[in-house]
């Protein structure tokens, strides 16, 4: 991609997460003050962009790339987690897909 959407409104927050939590990974609620990984079909809050001794720093708007899973179309789509990375969904949060290629997907959480 000769663009770059990086750095577009970036909001990191810290959460107290389990440790399957690992940087890139999608990840949602389990608690108060608390994220777990989002397994597939999972509504996501953002992506792991951190990770240290049960801590992880989440970034919860901005834009991300992730993996994809099917069909991801340009435009607002529903987003999901799947086993590894996004995919779309039928239900949830209404996200901006600004690039997609065969393996990735570009989007403003």
């Given at each position: 991609m000769n663009?770059?959407?990086a750095g577009y409104k970036e909001n990191v927050l810290t959460f107290e997460?389990?440790?399957?939590?690992?940087?890139?990974?999608?990840?949602?609620?389990s608690a108060s003050g608390k994220v777990t990984k989002a397994a597939a079909n999972d509504g996501f809050i953002g992506v792991c962009v951190g990770e240290n001794d049960g801590y992880?720093?989440?970034q919860l708007d901005g834009y991300v790339e992730a993996a994809k899973s099917g069909t991801v179309n340009v435009g607002y789509n529903k987003l999901a987690a799947?086993?590894?990375g996004v995919k779309t969904a039928e239900s949830g949060i209404d996200r901006l897909v600004v690039y997609t290629d065969d393996s990735t997907v570009g989007f403003i959480l």
């Amino acid at each position: 991609m000769n663009i770059s959407f990086a750095g577009y409104k970036e909001n990191v927050l810290t959460f107290e997460c389990t440790n399957t939590v690992k940087k890139g990974d999608l990840v949602k609620m389990s608690a108060s003050g608390k994220v777990t990984k989002a397994a597939a079909n999972d509504g996501f809050i953002g992506v792991c962009v951190g990770e240290n001794d049960g801590y992880a720093a989440v970034q919860l708007d901005g834009y991300v790339e992730a993996a994809k899973s099917g069909t991801v179309n340009v435009g607002y789509n529903k987003l999901a987690a799947a086993s590894s990375g996004v995919k779309t969904a039928e239900s949830g949060i209404d996200r901006l897909v600004v690039y997609t290629d065969d393996s990735t997907v570009g989007f403003i959480l």
